[in-house]
C-alpha cells in the first residue's frame, strides 16, 4: 500500500476484497490503538481508513443505477419505496438520483454517440419510472 493515501484516487486499483482487507486493518490498528490508549492514533491509518472507505463506496455503488433500470425494465418493481429500501434512501433521493443518472446517461451518449443511453431508451425508462407507484 502507498504511503501517503489522502483520498479515494490515491488508492491504487485493486478487487474490492483487497480493498476492504485495507479498510478493515487500517481500521482494526486505529481502533485497537485507541482502546489500549497507545498514545495518538497513527494519522496515516485514519486517511487511510477515510480514502479505502470512500473507494468501497464508489465501487459498491457504481452500478446502482444499472440495476434500477434493470428492475424498472424487468417489470418487478411495485414502488418507489421498494427501491428506496433496497438503497437505504428516501424515495426523493432515489427518484433524483435516477432522473439525474438518466439525464446524465443521455448527454453522454448525445456527445459521445457510443457510450450512455440513446434518446429512445431514455425516454422508455423515464416512461417506466413515472409508471411505478410513487
Request: aromatic share 8%; glycine share 6%.
Amino acid at each position: 500500500m502507498p504511503k501517503h493515501i489522502r483520498s479515494p484516487y490515491d488508492v491504487p486499483d485493486q478487487p474490492i476484497t483487497a480493498l476492504a482487507q485495507a479498510w478493515s486493518q487500517a481500521r482494526t490498528r486505529t481502533t485497537l490503538s485507541a482502546r489500549a490508549q497507545m498514545g495518538a492514533i497513527n494519522p496515516e491509518d485514519l486517511f487511510v481508513e477515510l480514502a479505502y472507505g470512500a473507494r468501497i463506496t464508489q465501487e459498491a455503488t457504481c452500478g446502482r443505477w444499472c440495476a434500477v433500470a434493470d428492475l424498472l425494465r424487468s417489470g418487478a418493481v411495485d414502488s418507489w419505496a421498494q427501491i428506496a429500501t433496497a438503497m437505504g434512501l428516501t424515495e426523493t433521493a432515489t427518484t433524483d438520483g435516477f432522473r439525474a443518472w438518466l439525464t446524465a446517461q443521455r448527454d453522454l451518449y448525445r456527445e459521445t454517440g457510443t457510450i450512455g443511453i440513446n434518446d429512445v431508451d431514455a425516454a422508455e425508462l423515464l416512461t417506466l419510472a413515472e409508471a411505478v407507484t410513487w
